[in-house]
């Protein structure tokens, strides 16, 4: 047993309604049993007694083994080469994947090897290796590598910056967002103290903290109970250094509480729909994938997955359609729309599915619930909800944002009188049509690689105006701040092209289509 491999150490999520309140022995029944589900839904000949468990009691430690083969399919070379070329070949590639769990101090950690995270995804504490880090961080001291982190003040959207080795986790931190995962310089303190005994006072270790932790060395078996003794010393410590100003509920009655108000809002939402049909909106939520991001917004059509539904609708193209094709279908479902639970109980069971580029494989997949990205006031204070966790922020913050947000109007306030007054009972799509004076060129709705460059383009003798239009100030403001971003980047790169700028002509192009009045590309 003296083979030493790099590990990432997960921890399951105690407050999962799944798992909650659950022994280790059910726990892990439990998870398999999943698991299998998933393998005989994805692979339709699997035979599950190609699976193998273990289980034994080490000290203070319980431990359970968990291991499956996986047909890779389509392997490349075969779908590459011509049959006549193939046909002799055995192409057939088999995947180990294995989970190892082990309870200490009742907490159940994890490690992975081949596809296991497929075993234990929905189930982890997607914040414990942030968490852990929060209880030995010095971010005045500590030198970061790598830094991915979530925004929800300004837009929720998800980027990853990579630093060279002289910047110091302080002075990169923004407070206004939510570090997701770190990759960091271990400081020699650490290696000294809590890590003398799997780390080299003289060498350089790094340290990657995410939804999982894990020293970027090699270790062995016994390391790794050691680390795990360690991780829960700093689990119940009390010792946390705050790198946000948005503070995580673990407080699981609260963090009930505030599940349990989503689905009201969500059952009123449905019953809201009863009264206004298909003039129903929804200004409170949005709908982002909890880890995948950018892959959703990749997306260019999305399905919903209704166990309960005969029928299968069409295809959704626009993100912003699918909250109330949720909501409809919840509410046409229904015999009896006084039965909360019910109601509820189908909210859970839909599932939404991104594809890209005509592929048959889902780009993304999970519940609806785990989509929803929320503000909310609940007695009397206001949380966010995003990627599946609630979090609260500091009164002191938000008048630090609004201080920020003058400073930032005032310096950047556009002083030319250059659109239309809004008149009640304006729509967007109206309010843009309205400019029609040279030099005005409407392009909303001219979307070319799922990005669409601006709502109105004007053109006077000094500037050229990329105008965003947005109905209200409301939750779909950070929906705005995000297509403003990603238009506003992917012009930049497109007039830093040493090629020429592409994304811009190609977006005339498409409105010269059907312009009476034509704008030049050059």
């Keep these: 047993m003296d083979k030493k491999v790099r590990l990432k150490i997960f921890c399951l999520d105690k407050n999962n309604a799944d798992i909650k309140n659950l022994s280790f022995e059910e726990t892990t029944k439990y998870i398999i049993d999943n698991h299998a589900g998933f393998l005989k839904a994805t692979y339709k000949d699997y035979e599950l007694g190609e699976r193998t468990f273990n289980s034994k009691e080490d000290g203070k430690f319980k431990i359970f083994s968990y291991s499956f083969n996986l047909p890779q399919n389509n392997f490349y070379w075969k779908t590459f080469l011509p049959e006549d070329i193939s046909e002799r070949h055995n192409f ?6 294995f989970v190892l769990f082990i309870e200490y ?11 296991g995270a497929s075993v234990i995804r929905k189930f982890i504490d997607a914040k414990f290796g942030m968490d852990i880090y929060s209880g030995i961080a010095k971010p005045e001291e500590d030198i970061v590598i790598e830094r991915s982190k979530r925004s929800i003040t300004t837009n929720i959207s998800q980027n990853t910056d990579v630093f060279n080795l002289n910047q110091t986790l302080l002075e990169t931190i923004d407070y206004s967002e939510i570090p997701t995962k ?3 310089v271990m400081r020699k303190e650490l290696q000294s103290t809590i890590f003398k005994d799997f780390v080299d006072g003289d060498e350089k270790v790094l340290l990657e903290v995410g939804s999982y932790f894990s020293i970027r060395k090699k270790i062995s078996f016994d390391d790794l109970k050691l680390i795990i ?3 829960d010393k700093i689990r119940n410590s009390g010792v946390y250094t705050q790198l946000s100003l948005f503070q995580k509920i673990k407080n699981s009655e609260l963090f009930e509480k505030l599940d349990s108000y989503l689905y009201d809002l969500l059952v009123a939402d449905v019953l809201k729909y009863e009264r206004d049909g298909k003039n129903f909106t929804n200004n409170v939520i949005e709908l982002i994938h909890p880890s995948k991001l950018d892959l959703f917004y990749e997306a260019d059509k999305y399905f919903l997955k209704i ?4 029928d299968e609708d069409d295809y959704i193209y626009e993100r912003k359609d699918i909250y109330i094709k949720c909501i409809e279908s919840v509410y046409k479902s229904l015999n009896d729309t006084s039965d909360n639970d019910l109601i509820i109980k189908k909210i859970k069971r839909i599932r939404i599915l991104s594809f890209i580029n005509e592929k ?5 997949a999970e519940s609806f619930f785990n989509h929803i990205t929320a503000e909310v006031n609940f007695e009397g204070s206001k949380y966010f909800r995003i990627d599946k966790s609630w979090y609260f922020l500091e009164d002191s913050f938000i008048q630090r944002m609004n201080e920020e947000a003058i400073k930032l109007y005032n310096k950047h306030q556009l002083k030319e009188n250059l659109l239309n007054k809004w008149n009640d009972g304006d729509d ?5 049509q309205s400019h029609t004076n040279a030099g005005y060129y409407v392009f909303d709705k001219k979307i070319l690689e799922n990005i669409e460059l601006c709502d109105i383009l004007i053109i006077n003798e000094d500037n050229i105006y990329f105008v965003h239009v947005k109905n209200g100030f409301s939750g779909s403001m950070r929906d705005l701040s995000l297509q403003v971003k990603l238009s506003a980047k992917r012009l930049l790169n497109d007039i830093k092209n040493v090629n020429g700028s592409t994304f811009f002509k190609n977006t005339i192009e498409k409105y010269n289509l059907n312009a009476k009045t034509k ?4």
Excluded at 106 to 115: D, M, T, V
Excluded at 428 to 432: I, L, R
Aim: charged letters at 25%; one cysteine or more; proline letters at 5%.
């Design 105 to 115: 101090n009742n907490q159940i950690y994890c490690s992975i090897g081949g596809s």
């Design 229 to 231: 003794i360690e991780i």
């Design 182 to 184: 770190l990759k960091l």
């Design 360 to 364: 048959e494989k889902p780009h993304t």
């Design 307 to 310: 166990p309960y539904k005969k």
């Design 519 to 522: 704008l030049k590309t050059e």
């Design 428 to 432: 967007e799509d109206g309010y843009n």
């Design 92 to 97: 057939n590639i088999i995947e180990f994947s």
